[in-house]
C-alpha cells in the first residue's frame, strides 16, 4: 500500500504542475528513486497504471524511472562509498569505523514534467 500512496501523491503533485502551467496533459515524467528509498520500483509502476484509468491527468503520461546508486561518505576521513548494490551497504566506515552519511540513495524525487 506504500507505492499506492506514493502514486497518489504524484498524481497530486501532477495535477498541481497541470495547473499551474495550463497544461491539457502531462507526456512524460521523470522520476529519480534511491535504491534505498525503500520504494519498489515495479509496485509503483503498477500502482501508476492502475490509477490511470480514473485519473485523466495520468491517461497518456510516460513515467521513466531512473534508480540511483547510494553513496555514503565518511564525515570525520573524508571517506568516499558508493554501491549498485543495497545488500553490500555498510553503515559503518571501513577505515575509521564511524558512522556513514547517507548523501544519495534514499531519495524519491520528480525531476521533470513534459507536458502540452
Ligand atoms: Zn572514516
Redesign the pocket.
Known amino acids: 500500500m506504500h507505492e499506492g500512496a506514493i502514486a497518489e501523491s504524484i498524481v497530486d503533485i501532477l495535477k498541481q504542475v497541470m495547473d499551474d502551467n495550463n497544461l491539457k496533459r502531462i507526456v512524460r515524467v521523470r522520476l529519480k528513486i534511491g535504491k534505498m528509498s525503500g520504494v519498489m520500483i515495479d509496485a509503483l509502476l503498477f500502482a501508476l497504471e492502475a490509477l490511470r484509468s480514473e485519473e485523466d491527468v495520468i491517461s497518456q503520461t510516460a513515467f521513466d524511472i531512473v534508480e540511483t546508486d547510494v553513496k555514503a561518505k ?1 564525515n ?2 573524508g ?1 568516499f562509498y558508493e554501491y549498485s548494490d543495497v545488500s553490500e551497504v555498510v553503515m559503518l ?1 571501513k ?2 569505523g ?1 558512522p556513514l552519511d547517507i548523501i544519495e540513495g534514499k531519495e524519491m524525487e520528480i525531476v521533470d514534467v513534459e507536458g502540452e
Open positions: 565518511c570525520i576521513c571517506e566506515c577505515k575509521c564511524m
